[in-house]
Protein backbone atom coordinates (compact mmCIF):
# COMPACT_ATOMS: atom_id res chain seq x y z
CA UNK A 1 0.00 0.00 0.00
CA UNK A 2 2.76 2.37 0.76
CA UNK A 3 4.50 1.49 -2.50
CA UNK A 4 1.51 2.16 -4.66
CA UNK A 5 0.29 5.57 -2.84
CA UNK A 6 3.67 7.73 -2.37
CA UNK A 7 6.09 6.16 -4.69
CA UNK A 8 7.53 8.77 -7.01
CA UNK A 9 5.03 11.45 -5.42
CA UNK A 10 5.25 14.72 -4.13
CA UNK A 11 3.85 15.24 -0.48
CA UNK A 12 3.47 18.59 0.49
CA UNK A 13 3.92 19.97 4.23
CA UNK A 14 1.89 19.52 6.59
CA UNK A 15 0.73 16.58 4.75
CA UNK A 16 0.72 13.32 7.11
CA UNK A 17 3.23 10.40 6.49
CA UNK A 18 3.30 7.57 8.05
CA UNK A 19 6.70 5.37 7.54
CA UNK A 20 8.03 1.75 8.77
CA UNK A 21 10.13 2.74 11.71
CA UNK A 22 13.29 0.70 9.15
CA UNK A 23 13.29 4.26 7.22
CA UNK A 24 16.88 5.85 6.42
CA UNK A 25 16.21 9.81 6.26
CA UNK A 26 18.71 11.83 5.41
CA UNK A 27 19.75 15.33 3.63
CA UNK A 28 20.96 14.89 -0.12
CA UNK A 29 22.87 18.06 -0.66
CA UNK A 30 22.98 17.85 -4.52
CA UNK A 31 19.47 17.89 -4.23
CA UNK A 32 18.64 20.60 -1.74
CA UNK A 33 21.38 22.00 0.94
CA UNK A 34 20.05 23.05 3.98
CA UNK A 35 18.33 26.67 4.32
CA UNK A 36 18.15 26.98 0.36
CA UNK A 37 16.15 24.33 -0.84
CA UNK A 38 12.68 22.95 -0.50
CA UNK A 39 13.00 19.33 -1.32
CA UNK A 40 14.04 16.89 1.77
CA UNK A 41 14.70 12.92 0.16
CA UNK A 42 14.20 10.02 2.22
CA UNK A 43 14.77 6.65 1.88
CA UNK A 44 12.72 3.70 2.82
CA UNK A 45 12.73 0.13 3.08
CA UNK A 46 9.94 -2.14 3.15
CA UNK A 47 9.44 -4.02 6.25
CA UNK A 48 8.87 -7.35 4.83
CA UNK A 49 11.30 -10.03 4.60
CA UNK A 50 10.67 -10.49 0.54
CA UNK A 51 11.35 -6.80 0.08
CA UNK A 52 14.75 -5.58 0.48
CA UNK A 53 14.83 -2.75 -2.18
CA UNK A 54 15.08 1.01 -1.61
CA UNK A 55 12.25 3.40 -2.30
CA UNK A 56 12.48 7.40 -2.59
CA UNK A 57 10.22 10.07 -1.60
CA UNK A 58 10.47 13.80 -1.95
CA UNK A 59 8.98 15.76 0.44
CA UNK A 60 8.06 19.45 0.07
CA UNK A 61 8.77 21.33 2.99
CA UNK A 62 9.74 24.95 4.23
CA UNK A 63 13.42 25.84 3.19
CA UNK A 64 14.58 26.20 7.08
CA UNK A 65 13.05 23.09 8.27
CA UNK A 66 15.75 19.82 8.67
CA UNK A 67 14.78 16.74 8.86
CA UNK A 68 16.86 13.91 10.59
CA UNK A 69 14.88 10.60 12.39
CA UNK A 70 14.44 6.89 11.61
CA UNK A 71 11.11 7.06 12.31
CA UNK A 72 9.41 9.98 10.93
CA UNK A 73 5.75 11.43 11.29
CA UNK A 74 5.64 15.04 8.91
CA UNK A 75 2.49 16.13 10.71
CA UNK A 76 1.24 18.93 13.28
CA UNK A 77 2.63 17.30 16.02
CA UNK A 78 3.36 19.27 19.32
CA UNK A 79 6.32 18.78 21.94
CA UNK A 80 5.55 16.85 25.02
CA UNK A 81 5.76 19.52 28.09
CA UNK A 82 9.14 17.26 29.02
CA UNK A 83 10.88 18.05 25.88
CA UNK A 84 10.14 21.76 26.14
CA UNK A 85 12.47 22.46 28.77
CA UNK A 86 15.24 20.09 27.63
CA UNK A 87 18.61 21.45 25.98
CA UNK A 88 17.36 20.78 22.67
CA UNK A 89 14.57 23.60 22.66
CA UNK A 90 11.65 23.81 20.21
CA UNK A 91 11.83 21.18 18.07
CA UNK A 92 8.99 18.55 16.55
CA UNK A 93 9.50 15.09 18.18
CA UNK A 94 8.38 11.50 17.10
CA UNK A 95 9.07 8.80 19.91
CA UNK A 96 11.56 11.15 21.90
CA UNK A 97 13.56 11.87 18.45
CA UNK A 98 14.23 15.55 16.31
CA UNK A 99 11.92 15.80 13.77
CA UNK A 100 11.98 18.88 12.21
CA UNK A 101 13.01 22.59 13.80
CA UNK A 102 10.71 25.71 13.54
CA UNK A 103 11.24 27.45 10.65
CA UNK A 104 11.59 30.91 12.70
CA UNK A 105 14.85 29.69 14.35
CA UNK A 106 17.97 31.58 13.42
CA UNK A 107 21.71 32.36 14.55
CA UNK A 108 22.23 35.03 17.20
CA UNK A 109 24.19 38.00 15.59
CA UNK A 110 26.11 40.62 17.95
CA UNK A 111 27.05 43.50 16.34
CA UNK A 112 29.74 45.51 17.38
CA UNK A 113 30.23 48.73 17.57
CA UNK A 114 32.90 50.71 15.90
CA UNK A 115 36.18 51.00 17.36
CA UNK A 116 36.86 54.38 17.99
CA UNK A 117 39.48 56.81 15.58
CA UNK A 118 41.76 58.49 17.81
CA UNK A 119 41.27 61.80 18.19
CA UNK A 120 42.31 64.37 15.57
CA UNK A 121 42.49 67.49 18.01
CA UNK A 122 44.51 66.06 20.79
CA UNK A 123 46.82 68.17 22.20
CA UNK A 124 48.95 65.28 23.41
CA UNK A 125 52.16 65.45 22.12
CA UNK A 126 53.85 62.46 22.72
CA UNK A 127 50.76 60.72 20.13
CA UNK A 128 51.89 63.36 17.96
CA UNK A 129 55.54 63.02 17.56
CA UNK A 130 54.77 59.04 17.63
CA UNK A 131 52.04 59.37 14.43
CA UNK A 132 55.09 62.05 12.69
CA UNK A 133 57.57 59.04 13.09
CA UNK A 134 55.07 56.50 11.39
CA UNK A 135 54.51 58.94 8.61
CA UNK A 136 58.11 59.92 8.17
CA UNK A 137 59.04 56.12 7.92
CA UNK A 138 56.71 56.09 5.00
CA UNK A 139 54.66 53.62 6.79
CA UNK A 140 50.38 53.83 6.53
CA UNK A 141 48.84 54.63 9.65
CA UNK A 142 47.19 51.49 11.52
CA UNK A 143 43.47 51.08 10.28
CA UNK A 144 41.02 49.76 12.36
CA UNK A 145 39.80 45.56 11.34
CA UNK A 146 36.38 44.37 11.10
CA UNK A 147 36.03 40.75 11.14
CA UNK A 148 32.93 38.43 11.75
CA UNK A 149 33.70 35.71 14.25
CA UNK A 150 31.01 32.79 14.22
CA UNK A 151 30.85 30.67 17.19
CA UNK A 152 30.13 27.00 15.99
CA UNK A 153 27.84 25.10 19.63
CA UNK A 154 29.33 21.76 20.39
CA UNK A 155 26.71 19.14 20.42
CA UNK A 156 23.45 19.79 22.77
CA UNK A 157 24.44 23.12 23.50
CA UNK A 158 22.15 25.92 22.97
CA UNK A 159 23.17 28.99 21.43
CA UNK A 160 22.39 31.00 24.78
CA UNK A 161 24.65 29.64 26.75
CA UNK A 162 27.11 31.18 24.49
CA UNK A 163 26.24 34.72 25.07
CA UNK A 164 28.79 35.51 27.60
CA UNK A 165 32.05 34.84 25.31
CA UNK A 166 30.30 37.02 22.44
CA UNK A 167 30.31 39.78 24.34
CA UNK A 168 33.61 39.45 25.97
CA UNK A 169 35.60 38.85 22.86
CA UNK A 170 34.20 41.98 21.67
CA UNK A 171 35.59 43.90 25.06
CA UNK A 172 38.71 42.33 24.30
CA UNK A 173 39.23 43.28 20.62
CA UNK A 174 38.47 46.93 21.77
CA UNK A 175 41.88 47.51 22.29
CA UNK A 176 43.22 45.66 19.29
CA UNK A 177 41.64 47.93 17.08
CA UNK A 178 39.34 45.54 15.74
CA UNK A 179 35.55 45.51 15.03
CA UNK A 180 34.46 42.35 15.91
CA UNK A 181 30.73 41.32 15.10
CA UNK A 182 30.05 37.76 16.67
CA UNK A 183 27.39 35.56 15.64
CA UNK A 184 26.16 32.15 17.47
CA UNK A 185 25.16 29.52 15.20
CA UNK A 186 22.07 27.36 15.51
CA UNK A 187 23.27 24.18 14.42
CA UNK A 188 20.47 21.38 13.94
CA UNK A 189 23.13 18.71 13.30
CA UNK A 190 27.35 18.34 14.22
CA UNK A 191 29.79 16.16 12.49
CA UNK A 192 29.16 14.56 9.03
CA UNK A 193 27.93 15.73 5.69
CA UNK A 194 24.36 17.57 6.49
CA UNK A 195 26.25 18.96 9.86
CA UNK A 196 28.92 20.74 7.69
CA UNK A 197 26.06 21.88 5.19
CA UNK A 198 24.04 23.27 8.31
CA UNK A 199 27.47 25.15 9.46
CA UNK A 200 28.04 26.50 6.22
CA UNK A 201 24.47 28.16 5.83
CA UNK A 202 24.30 29.43 9.26
CA UNK A 203 27.78 30.91 8.31
CA UNK A 204 25.96 32.56 5.14
CA UNK A 205 22.99 33.59 6.94
CA UNK A 206 25.13 35.44 9.93
CA UNK A 207 26.73 37.56 6.64
CA UNK A 208 23.81 38.52 4.76
CA UNK A 209 21.90 39.86 8.21
CA UNK A 210 25.38 41.72 9.11
CA UNK A 211 25.55 43.16 5.15
CA UNK A 212 21.29 44.39 5.99
CA UNK A 213 22.46 46.16 9.18
CA UNK A 214 26.08 47.81 7.76
CA UNK A 215 27.08 50.31 5.39
CA UNK A 216 29.31 47.57 4.48
CA UNK A 217 28.24 45.02 1.52
CA UNK A 218 31.02 42.39 1.63
CA UNK A 219 32.90 41.65 4.84
CA UNK A 220 36.45 40.49 4.42
CA UNK A 221 37.46 38.60 7.17
CA UNK A 222 35.26 35.71 8.87
CA UNK A 223 36.62 33.56 11.42
CA UNK A 224 35.20 30.35 13.01
CA UNK A 225 35.38 29.34 16.73
CA UNK A 226 34.16 25.90 17.15
CA UNK A 227 33.65 24.37 20.51
CA UNK A 228 33.84 20.39 20.29
CA UNK A 229 32.05 19.00 18.21
CA UNK A 230 31.08 22.15 16.12
CA UNK A 231 34.56 22.65 15.17
CA UNK A 232 34.89 19.17 13.52
CA UNK A 233 31.82 20.65 10.89
CA UNK A 234 34.22 23.25 10.27
CA UNK A 235 37.50 21.60 9.53
CA UNK A 236 35.85 20.50 6.31
CA UNK A 237 34.45 23.77 4.71
CA UNK A 238 37.13 27.06 5.19
CA UNK A 239 36.15 29.37 3.26
CA UNK A 240 37.07 31.45 5.80
CA UNK A 241 39.99 33.65 7.19
CA UNK A 242 41.04 31.41 10.34
CA UNK A 243 39.44 28.71 12.73
CA UNK A 244 39.83 28.58 16.72
CA UNK A 245 39.31 25.23 18.05
CA UNK A 246 38.31 24.41 21.50
CA UNK A 247 38.27 21.01 23.04
CA UNK A 248 38.04 19.52 19.75
CA UNK A 249 41.43 17.66 17.68
CA UNK A 250 41.61 15.43 14.67
CA UNK A 251 38.87 12.65 14.50
CA UNK A 252 41.79 9.66 13.35
CA UNK A 253 42.40 7.12 16.33
CA UNK A 254 45.55 6.64 14.69
CA UNK A 255 47.91 9.77 15.00
CA UNK A 256 50.21 8.11 11.81
CA UNK A 257 47.19 8.05 9.61
CA UNK A 258 46.82 11.08 7.47
CA UNK A 259 43.40 12.16 7.16
CA UNK A 260 42.17 15.06 4.91
CA UNK A 261 41.03 16.98 7.76
CA UNK A 262 43.77 16.48 9.21
CA UNK A 263 45.78 19.87 11.04
CA UNK A 264 48.42 19.15 9.33
CA UNK A 265 47.17 20.02 5.57
CA UNK A 266 44.20 22.48 6.46
CA UNK A 267 45.04 25.31 4.61
CA UNK A 268 44.13 27.96 6.72
CA UNK A 269 45.65 29.63 10.43
CA UNK A 270 44.09 27.30 12.89
CA UNK A 271 44.40 27.96 16.73
CA UNK A 272 43.74 24.81 18.97
CA UNK A 273 43.04 25.23 22.62
CA UNK A 274 42.37 22.57 24.93
CA UNK A 275 42.12 22.61 28.89
CA UNK A 276 43.69 20.45 31.02
CA UNK A 277 41.06 19.25 32.59
CA UNK A 278 38.99 18.58 29.62
CA UNK A 279 38.05 15.24 30.27
CA UNK A 280 40.19 12.05 29.18
CA UNK A 281 42.78 14.23 27.20
CA UNK A 282 43.65 11.92 23.78
CA UNK A 283 47.47 11.91 24.43
CA UNK A 284 47.48 10.05 21.27
CA UNK A 285 45.85 12.27 19.34
CA UNK A 286 47.89 15.24 19.87
CA UNK A 287 51.12 13.91 20.23
CA UNK A 288 50.32 12.85 16.13
CA UNK A 289 49.32 16.33 15.62
CA UNK A 290 52.44 17.68 16.83
CA UNK A 291 54.45 15.51 15.01
CA UNK A 292 52.67 15.84 11.68
CA UNK A 293 52.87 19.62 12.47
CA UNK A 294 56.89 19.30 12.93
CA UNK A 295 56.74 17.24 9.91
CA UNK A 296 55.38 19.45 7.90
CA UNK A 297 57.23 22.71 9.42
CA UNK A 298 60.51 20.28 8.31
CA UNK A 299 59.16 20.55 4.49
CA UNK A 300 58.41 24.05 4.53
CA UNK A 301 61.27 25.60 5.55
CA UNK A 302 61.79 27.54 2.37
CA UNK A 303 58.50 29.59 2.86
CA UNK A 304 58.90 32.86 4.04
CA UNK A 305 55.74 33.02 6.48
CA UNK A 306 54.17 29.38 7.04
CA UNK A 307 50.43 29.11 8.14
CA UNK A 308 50.54 29.38 11.85
CA UNK A 309 48.63 26.13 13.77
CA UNK A 310 49.78 26.43 17.44
CA UNK A 311 48.36 24.37 19.87
CA UNK A 312 47.94 25.54 23.51
CA UNK A 313 46.98 22.99 26.61
CA UNK A 314 45.57 25.93 29.17
CA UNK A 315 45.87 25.22 32.54
CA UNK A 316 42.99 24.20 34.50
CA UNK A 317 40.46 24.47 32.05
CA UNK A 318 37.82 22.09 30.85
CA UNK A 319 35.65 21.59 28.00
CA UNK A 320 32.37 23.43 29.38
CA UNK A 321 34.48 26.51 30.47
CA UNK A 322 32.92 28.15 27.36
CA UNK A 323 29.32 27.30 28.07
CA UNK A 324 27.37 29.71 30.42
CA UNK A 325 26.87 27.78 33.99
CA UNK A 326 23.11 28.41 34.04
CA UNK A 327 22.57 26.27 30.49
CA UNK A 328 24.77 23.31 32.20
CA UNK A 329 22.38 22.10 34.85
CA UNK A 330 20.37 20.66 32.23
CA UNK A 331 22.42 18.83 29.97
CA UNK A 332 22.98 15.68 30.12
CA UNK A 333 26.87 15.21 29.32
CA UNK A 334 29.64 13.64 30.76
CA UNK A 335 30.83 15.77 33.90
CA UNK A 336 34.23 17.78 33.67
CA UNK A 337 37.10 17.58 36.14
CA UNK A 338 36.27 20.91 37.94
CA UNK A 339 38.31 23.74 37.61
CA UNK A 340 40.97 24.04 39.86
CA UNK A 341 44.10 26.51 40.65
CA UNK A 342 41.40 28.69 42.11
CA UNK A 343 40.25 29.01 38.53
CA UNK A 344 36.70 30.09 38.22
CA UNK A 345 34.54 30.33 35.50
CA UNK A 346 35.03 34.24 34.72
CA UNK A 347 38.73 33.84 34.75
CA UNK A 348 38.57 30.62 32.74
CA UNK A 349 36.28 32.78 29.84
CA UNK A 350 38.74 35.38 30.19
CA UNK A 351 41.33 33.51 29.00
CA UNK A 352 40.00 32.35 26.12
CA UNK A 353 39.00 35.18 24.72
CA UNK A 354 42.39 36.57 25.17
CA UNK A 355 43.74 34.14 23.54
CA UNK A 356 41.26 33.94 20.82
CA UNK A 357 41.05 38.16 20.47
CA UNK A 358 45.06 37.69 20.10
CA UNK A 359 45.12 35.04 16.91
CA UNK A 360 42.87 37.25 15.06
CA UNK A 361 44.82 40.29 15.69
CA UNK A 362 47.73 38.81 14.81
CA UNK A 363 46.43 37.45 11.53
CA UNK A 364 44.60 40.08 10.42
CA UNK A 365 47.61 41.74 11.16
CA UNK A 366 50.33 39.58 9.79
CA UNK A 367 53.13 40.72 11.37
CA UNK A 368 56.00 38.09 10.86
CA UNK A 369 57.49 38.51 14.94
CA UNK A 370 53.88 38.45 16.24
CA UNK A 371 53.32 35.04 14.38
CA UNK A 372 56.77 33.48 16.48
CA UNK A 373 55.17 34.77 18.86
CA UNK A 374 52.45 32.59 18.62
CA UNK A 375 54.31 30.03 17.89
CA UNK A 376 56.49 30.17 21.11
CA UNK A 377 53.47 29.82 22.67
CA UNK A 378 52.87 26.03 22.02
CA UNK A 379 55.94 25.17 23.96
CA UNK A 380 53.63 24.78 27.25
CA UNK A 381 52.52 21.87 25.18
CA UNK A 382 54.93 19.93 23.63
CA UNK A 383 57.02 20.29 27.60
CA UNK A 384 53.80 18.52 28.73
CA UNK A 385 53.22 16.00 26.22
CA UNK A 386 57.66 14.89 26.10
CA UNK A 387 56.86 12.47 28.57
CA UNK A 388 54.13 10.77 26.43
CA UNK A 389 55.77 11.69 23.11
CA UNK A 390 58.98 9.44 24.50
CA UNK A 391 56.84 6.28 25.29
CA UNK A 392 54.84 5.78 22.15
CA UNK A 393 58.43 6.07 20.52
CA UNK A 394 58.78 2.99 18.06
CA UNK A 395 62.44 2.42 19.48
CA UNK A 396 60.89 2.68 22.86
CA UNK A 397 58.10 -0.09 22.18
CA UNK A 398 61.42 -1.95 20.38
CA UNK A 399 63.06 -1.74 23.97
CA UNK A 400 59.89 -2.79 25.54
CA UNK A 401 59.72 -6.11 23.31
CA UNK A 402 63.12 -7.12 24.19
CA UNK A 403 62.68 -6.78 27.01
CA UNK A 404 59.83 -9.23 27.13
CA UNK A 405 61.69 -12.03 25.30
CA UNK A 406 64.77 -11.56 27.50
CA UNK A 407 61.95 -11.72 30.72
CA UNK A 408 60.46 -15.16 29.10
CA UNK A 409 64.39 -16.97 28.64
CA UNK A 410 65.30 -15.42 32.36
CA UNK A 411 62.03 -16.65 33.94
CA UNK A 412 61.48 -19.63 36.24
CA UNK A 413 58.50 -21.98 37.36
CA UNK A 414 55.64 -19.36 39.71
CA UNK A 415 55.84 -20.81 43.29
CA UNK A 416 53.41 -22.58 44.47
CA UNK A 417 50.25 -20.86 46.21
CA UNK A 418 50.55 -23.02 49.31
CA UNK A 419 54.16 -22.39 50.27
CA UNK A 420 55.02 -19.66 52.13
CA UNK A 421 58.47 -19.76 51.68
CA UNK A 422 58.53 -18.80 48.34
CA UNK A 423 55.36 -15.99 48.98
CA UNK A 424 57.81 -13.10 47.44
CA UNK A 425 59.54 -14.95 44.83
CA UNK A 426 59.62 -12.87 41.44
CA UNK A 427 58.86 -14.81 38.27
CA UNK A 428 60.85 -12.46 35.82
CA UNK A 429 64.26 -14.56 37.30
CA UNK A 430 67.46 -13.11 37.48
CA UNK A 431 69.02 -10.27 35.49
CA UNK A 432 71.83 -11.99 34.99
CA UNK A 433 70.38 -14.29 32.88
CA UNK A 434 71.06 -12.29 29.87
CA UNK A 435 70.34 -14.18 26.81
CA UNK A 436 73.63 -15.21 24.54
CA UNK A 437 72.05 -13.55 21.91
CA UNK A 438 70.57 -10.67 19.31
CA UNK A 439 67.11 -9.67 19.68
CA UNK A 440 65.62 -8.40 16.65
CA UNK A 441 61.92 -6.92 16.88
CA UNK A 442 59.94 -6.65 13.93
CA UNK A 443 56.73 -4.38 13.22
CA UNK A 444 53.66 -5.51 11.81
CA UNK A 445 50.81 -3.88 10.62
CA UNK A 446 48.11 -5.52 9.35
CA UNK A 447 46.38 -7.99 11.77
CA UNK A 448 46.47 -10.67 8.55
CA UNK A 449 50.29 -10.59 8.29
CA UNK A 450 50.24 -10.25 12.44
CA UNK A 451 48.23 -13.84 12.32
CA UNK A 452 50.64 -15.95 9.83
CA UNK A 453 53.80 -14.78 11.34
CA UNK A 454 55.90 -17.09 13.73
CA UNK A 455 59.23 -16.14 15.51
CA UNK A 456 62.61 -17.16 14.54
CA UNK A 457 65.57 -18.11 15.86
CA UNK A 458 68.77 -17.95 14.01
CA UNK A 459 72.27 -18.62 14.51
CA UNK A 460 72.75 -15.43 16.88
CA UNK A 461 69.52 -14.02 16.85
CA UNK A 462 65.90 -14.10 17.72
CA UNK A 463 63.29 -12.64 15.89
CA UNK A 464 59.87 -11.26 17.72
CA UNK A 465 56.95 -9.84 16.18
CA UNK A 466 55.08 -6.62 17.38
CA UNK A 467 52.13 -5.49 16.67
CA UNK A 468 49.71 -2.15 17.69
CA UNK A 469 46.02 -3.62 18.71
CA UNK A 470 44.53 -0.07 19.08
CA UNK A 471 42.63 1.77 21.41
CA UNK A 472 41.49 -0.12 24.93
CA UNK A 473 37.87 0.18 25.23
CA UNK A 474 35.21 -0.92 27.76
CA UNK A 475 32.50 1.06 26.71
CA UNK A 476 30.06 -0.48 28.98
CA UNK A 477 32.21 1.13 31.90
CA UNK A 478 33.20 4.21 30.08
CA UNK A 479 36.78 3.51 30.12
CA UNK A 480 39.08 4.04 27.12
CA UNK A 481 42.84 3.88 26.82
CA UNK A 482 43.32 5.56 23.21
CA UNK A 483 46.96 4.67 23.37
CA UNK A 484 47.51 1.16 21.97
CA UNK A 485 48.14 -2.38 22.89
CA UNK A 486 51.18 -3.69 21.80
CA UNK A 487 50.63 -7.81 21.15
CA UNK A 488 54.21 -9.41 21.01
CA UNK A 489 54.88 -13.24 19.51
CA UNK A 490 58.21 -14.36 21.71
CA UNK A 491 59.88 -17.67 21.75
CA UNK A 492 58.89 -19.89 24.61
CA UNK A 493 62.02 -20.25 27.44
CA UNK A 494 62.42 -24.13 27.10
CA UNK A 495 63.09 -23.44 22.81
CA UNK A 496 65.60 -20.80 23.67
CA UNK A 497 67.77 -22.91 26.20
CA UNK A 498 67.59 -26.15 23.67
CA UNK A 499 68.85 -23.84 20.85
CA UNK A 500 71.49 -21.92 22.69
CA UNK A 501 72.86 -24.01 25.40
CA UNK A 502 71.95 -27.29 24.35
CA UNK A 503 70.53 -28.54 27.22
CA UNK A 504 66.90 -28.40 28.27
CA UNK A 505 67.05 -30.66 31.33
CA UNK A 506 65.09 -29.70 34.01
CA UNK A 507 62.39 -27.42 32.02
CA UNK A 508 59.42 -28.19 31.99
CA UNK A 509 57.04 -26.26 29.24
CA UNK A 510 53.67 -27.06 30.57
CA UNK A 511 50.15 -25.54 30.77
CA UNK A 512 50.70 -25.24 34.57
CA UNK A 513 54.96 -24.22 34.70
CA UNK A 514 54.58 -21.07 32.13
CA UNK A 515 54.81 -18.23 34.41
CA UNK A 516 53.12 -14.91 34.64
CA UNK A 517 55.63 -12.96 32.20
CA UNK A 518 53.37 -10.37 30.95
CA UNK A 519 51.88 -9.95 34.71
CA UNK A 520 55.29 -8.99 35.81
CA UNK A 521 55.84 -6.74 32.77
CA UNK A 522 52.66 -4.77 33.24
CA UNK A 523 53.05 -4.36 36.86
CA UNK A 524 56.94 -2.89 36.17
CA UNK A 525 55.23 -0.64 33.31
CA UNK A 526 52.75 1.00 35.90
CA UNK A 527 55.20 1.24 38.25
CA UNK A 528 57.71 3.31 36.29
CA UNK A 529 55.80 5.63 34.83
CA UNK A 530 54.16 6.15 37.92
CA UNK A 531 57.45 6.83 40.13
CA UNK A 532 59.43 8.17 37.08
CA UNK A 533 57.78 9.70 34.43
CA UNK A 534 54.41 11.36 35.48
CA UNK A 535 54.43 14.60 37.52
CA UNK A 536 55.05 14.34 41.61
CA UNK A 537 51.78 16.09 41.27
CA UNK A 538 50.34 13.60 38.71
CA UNK A 539 51.26 10.77 40.72
CA UNK A 540 49.68 12.31 44.13
CA UNK A 541 46.83 13.17 42.44
CA UNK A 542 46.57 9.41 41.52
CA UNK A 543 47.37 8.22 44.58
CA UNK A 544 44.19 9.98 46.17
CA UNK A 545 41.73 9.33 43.72
CA UNK A 546 42.36 7.62 40.84
CA UNK A 547 41.19 4.63 39.24
CA UNK A 548 43.28 1.64 41.23
CA UNK A 549 44.62 -1.00 38.76
CA UNK A 550 45.96 -4.58 39.94
CA UNK A 551 47.38 -7.26 37.64
CA UNK A 552 45.61 -10.77 37.36
CA UNK A 553 47.60 -13.82 36.26
CA UNK A 554 48.09 -14.48 32.32
CA UNK A 555 45.36 -16.22 31.44
CA UNK A 556 45.12 -18.77 27.97
CA UNK A 557 41.97 -18.24 25.98
CA UNK A 558 40.38 -20.80 24.43
CA UNK A 559 38.01 -21.01 20.99
CA UNK A 560 33.83 -20.40 21.88
CA UNK A 561 33.01 -23.15 19.70
CA UNK A 562 36.17 -25.40 19.71
CA UNK A 563 37.22 -25.50 23.47
CA UNK A 564 40.85 -25.30 22.39
CA UNK A 565 43.58 -23.27 21.93
CA UNK A 566 43.34 -20.98 19.05
CA UNK A 567 46.00 -18.42 17.90
CA UNK A 568 42.84 -16.43 15.93
CA UNK A 569 41.34 -15.97 19.55
CA UNK A 570 44.15 -14.72 21.19
CA UNK A 571 44.65 -12.26 18.38
CA UNK A 572 41.37 -10.84 18.14
CA UNK A 573 41.29 -10.65 21.67
CA UNK A 574 41.84 -7.32 23.92
CA UNK A 575 43.32 -7.17 27.24
CA UNK A 576 41.30 -8.29 30.00
CA UNK A 577 39.72 -5.38 31.84
CA UNK A 578 37.30 -6.45 35.32
CA UNK A 579 35.94 -3.74 37.67
CA UNK A 580 35.86 -4.42 40.84
CA UNK A 581 32.24 -3.32 42.39
CA UNK A 582 33.43 -2.92 46.05
CA UNK A 583 36.51 -0.79 45.58
CA UNK A 584 35.92 0.83 42.40
CA UNK A 585 39.25 -0.33 41.05
CA UNK A 586 39.86 -2.52 38.04
CA UNK A 587 42.20 -5.85 37.15
CA UNK A 588 43.81 -6.15 34.00
CA UNK A 589 45.38 -9.23 33.04
CA UNK A 590 47.54 -10.35 29.94
CA UNK A 591 45.65 -12.79 27.43
CA UNK A 592 48.35 -15.55 26.38
CA UNK A 593 48.71 -18.17 23.98
CA UNK A 594 52.27 -20.58 24.04
CA UNK A 595 52.94 -24.28 22.17
CA UNK A 596 54.90 -26.51 23.61
CA UNK A 597 58.85 -27.57 22.27
CA UNK A 598 57.30 -30.84 21.97
CA UNK A 599 59.41 -32.75 18.77
CA UNK A 600 55.41 -33.56 17.36
CA UNK A 601 54.96 -30.19 16.30
CA UNK A 602 56.04 -28.61 13.69
CA UNK A 603 59.45 -26.93 13.88
CA UNK A 604 58.04 -23.67 13.06
CA UNK A 605 55.31 -23.93 15.74
CA UNK A 606 57.41 -25.15 18.85
CA UNK A 607 57.93 -23.46 21.42
CA UNK A 608 56.12 -20.09 21.27
CA UNK A 609 54.92 -17.53 23.76
CA UNK A 610 52.68 -15.04 22.80
CA UNK A 611 51.32 -12.06 25.25
CA UNK A 612 49.75 -8.87 25.43
CA UNK A 613 51.50 -5.85 27.17
CA UNK A 614 49.54 -2.82 28.72
CA UNK A 615 51.86 -0.68 27.24
CA UNK A 616 53.37 2.34 29.08
CA UNK A 617 51.70 4.73 27.02
CA UNK A 618 48.39 3.41 28.46
CA UNK A 619 49.98 3.28 31.66
CA UNK A 620 50.49 7.39 31.18
CA UNK A 621 46.62 7.91 30.08
CA UNK A 622 45.62 5.46 33.22
CA UNK A 623 47.49 7.15 35.68
CA UNK A 624 47.01 10.76 34.45
CA UNK A 625 43.56 11.30 32.85
CA UNK A 626 41.89 8.00 33.64
CA UNK A 627 40.76 8.51 37.05
CA UNK A 628 39.48 12.31 35.91
CA UNK A 629 35.85 10.53 36.10
CA UNK A 630 36.03 9.74 40.39
CA UNK A 631 37.19 13.46 40.84
CA UNK A 632 34.19 14.88 38.81
CA UNK A 633 32.25 12.31 40.24
CA UNK A 634 33.34 13.42 43.83
CA UNK A 635 33.75 17.19 43.13
CA UNK A 636 37.23 17.06 44.25
Not at 43 to 64: E, G, K, N, Q, T
Not at 411 to 436: K, Y
Not at 490 to 499: N, P
Not at 592 to 610: I, N, W
Amino acid sequence: VLRRTLLGRTIHYPTSIIIPTSTYLFVDNSVCPLFQGPVIRMMFRLPSPLSSSSSWIDVVVPSATVVVTTTAILSSYYLPKWWESSHFGKYMVVQGMVLCRKPWTRPILLKAPPVPHKDKTSTNEQDKNKDRDIEEEGQPKEQPYEALLVILPDVTVRPEAYVPLAKLLQEKAVPQAMTLHVGIARLFGVGGVWGQADAQANITQLLQLLSQQSDRAVLDHVFVLGHGKGAASAMATAPYTGLIRFGSIDNSNNHQNKSSSSLASFPKPCLTLLGDQDGQIPYLRLAGLLDELEEAQNNEEAEDVPIPKPILLMPGLNHNCLVDPIFLKNQHVLKDLPLRNNMTHEIALDQVACVSVNFVRIILGGKRDELNELQKLTQHTQRRLEPYRKLVQRQAVADLARKVQQAIYAAHSPPRDDDPTHANTTTTGSSTADMPCTVTVQFVTSVLDFAFTKPQIGDSFVRVFVYNQGPLRNEKKKVVLWSGTWAVKCKSQATLRLAFENDASGLKDGPEDFPDVFREINRQNFEHVLHHVVTDAERVRYQKHGLKLDFGPDCELMSSKTKRKSSLTWILSDLLLTPHDATGGWTVATPSAYTTSSERLPAKFRGMHYGKILSPAQCYEWIVSGCWRVMAENSV
